[in-house]
């Protein structure tokens, strides 16, 4: 079964300095999205990303964040200067279409801000 | 504001015990109601989606229904596999129509 794949499972860094998450989406897929969850948190949504542009972000998506899709398979989330409070799970999800159509969600990567 | 509300916030079952799961939700316009799995440290699994009220998706021991205000989950004869989180999330229209608005989930446990 097709399925949504993010690396590295666990980043540790260092305040300050430059992250990017990796993620698969499921290959017939056309719109992606990042959300966080903090520990003890709700799922948030940061970013959703369409035909190669950003079509919806949220507040928590400032400008320490960019996201990029670098090729036909790959979709990343940079953090530029890491903070404390970005410690989360992200997770990377995909969609066939938008509006109401099911977004398929990957593992996570657990980021360890210290 | 678009939001969502779950209850209980945990529940505990013994094997075997049916219950519901509650997800109140207030937005501008609903384009689909989901309901997801979480298991922990892991990333929420797709269970159900719902479009319209009076929609009903059933799954094994699980049954999602839909009204114009709320969503339940409802749990026949329960195991202990079935030990999660279950979230519930919302894609509102015509504003953000992309983006999930989850709730804060349910920590269900069943106990043999």
């Known amino acids: 079964e097709p399925e949504v794949t993010q690396t590295p499972s666990h980043q540790v860094t260092q305040m300050g300095q430059e992250v990017i998450l990796r993620c698969v989406p499921i290959?017939?897929?056309?719109?992606f999205y990042w959300y966080r969850q903090i520990l003890g948190q709700k799922v948030e949504f940061l970013v959703s990303?369409?035909?190669?542009?950003?079509?919806?972000k949220s507040e928590i998506f400032d400008d320490q964040f960019s996201v990029e899709r670098p090729d036909g398979s790959n979709f990343t989330l940079k953090i530029r200067s890491t903070k404390l409070e970005d410690s989360a799970m992200y997770f990377c999800?995909?969609?066939?279409?938008?509006?109401?159509?099911?977004?398929?969600f990957g593992a996570g990567t657990r980021l360890s801000v210290l | 504001e678009d939001q969502v509300t779950q209850s209980p916030e945990a529940l505990r079952l013994q094997e075997g015990e049916s219950s519901s799961l509650n997800c109140s939700y207030t937005?501008?316009?609903?384009?689909?109601l989901f309901w997801y799995r979480q298991d922990p440290g892991k990333g929420p699994e797709f269970l159900f989606t719902?479009?319209?009220a009076g929609e009903e998706k059933e799954k094994e021991r699980l049954k999602a229904t839909l009204t114009k205000k709320e969503s339940f989950l409802h749990i026949t004869a329960p195991k202990p596999e079935d030990s999660a989180t279950y979230l519930c999330?919302?894609?509102?229209?015509?504003?953000?129509?992309?983006?999930?608005?989850f709730g804060a989930g349910t920590r269900l446990a069943v106990h043999p």
């Open positions: 999800a995909s969609s066939e279409r938008t509006g109401g159509n099911i977004q398929y």
């Open positions: 290959s017939n897929h056309l719109y």
């Open positions: 990303f369409y035909n190669n542009e950003i079509s919806e």
């Open positions: 937005v501008s316009g609903l384009r689909g």
């Open positions: 719902l479009y319209s």
């Open positions: 999330a919302v894609q509102a229209a015509p504003r953000g129509y992309n983006k999930l608005i």
